[in-house]
């Protein structure tokens, strides 16, 4: 493997259990010097959590930045921040309506003529309540990791989705049920086109 396709996988975790997912867009630029000022803008663009929507098309569920307590924020995402995720359907009633990812880790690389930002998320507790059940379809284990990528003339948008397994572990039977349904529905595929379109839009 050379260093090319090295660049920010280290920081995708392993998969062990459940399913995994892979999305990953290209654009591909004739100089190096317009496809580093591109890089500026899709890096903004993958930390601008409350703008996925937007770039995505009306059919992605929208994400709220919020900060560690839980309030919203209108700011680039940062390390131990949450997305606050409202699904199409109904929520749950631990996440009060909202499924929650912590922001784990922001990671940003640079070797010559390549350079990464990753965006690991982590399906997560609400930070607005006092239970400890993650509040998300996906069980703790599960992870995204985003990335955007420069190698040289090439600029990549990719998702990675590891470990993902329904989370029917919470104490409400009604919730429990919902991430079922919606757990299986996104191993069947029906969160990759939600991805695809996000990645797309990275690189729009």
């Known amino acids: 493997m050379g260093m090319n396709e090295k660049l920010g996988k280290a920081h995708i975790p392993p998969q062990e259990i459940g399913e995994k997912m892979d999305v990953v ?5 004739d100089d190096e010097a317009t496809a580093i000022a591109f890089f500026q803008l899709v890096r903004t ?6 703008r996925w929507a937007s770039l995505a098309g009306t059919e992605m569920s929208s994400f709220q930045l919020t900060n560690t307590h839980g309030n919203p924020v209108e700011r680039l995402a940062e390390e131990g921040d949450y997305l606050k995720i409202d699904i ?3 929520g749950t009633k631990i996440g009060k309506g909202y499924d929650w990812v912590l922001v784990e880790a922001i990671i940003e690389e640079q070797e010559v003529g390549m350079e990464a930002v990753t965006l690991r ?3 997560a507790p609400n930070p607005l309540s006092k239970s400890n059940d993650t509040a998300h379809f996906l069980t703790e284990q599960a992870s995204s990791t985003f990335q955007v990528k420069r190698i040289r003339k090439n600029i990549y948008a990719e998702e990675h989705g590891r470990n993902e397994q329904a989370n ?6 009604i919730d429990n049920v919902r991430n079922m349904l919606v ?3 996104a191993m069947v595929g029906f969160s990759y086109p939600q991805w695809k379109s996000l990645v797309t839009g990275l690189l729009a």
């Open 25 to 29: 867009e290209k654009r591909v630029f």
């Open 45 to 50: 663009r993958l930390l601008d959590v409350n």
């Open 88 to 90: 199409p359907g109904p």
């Open 121 to 123: 998320a982590r399906p």
């Open 168 to 173: 029917t572990y919470t104490v409400n039977t």
């Open 183 to 185: 757990g299986w529905a």
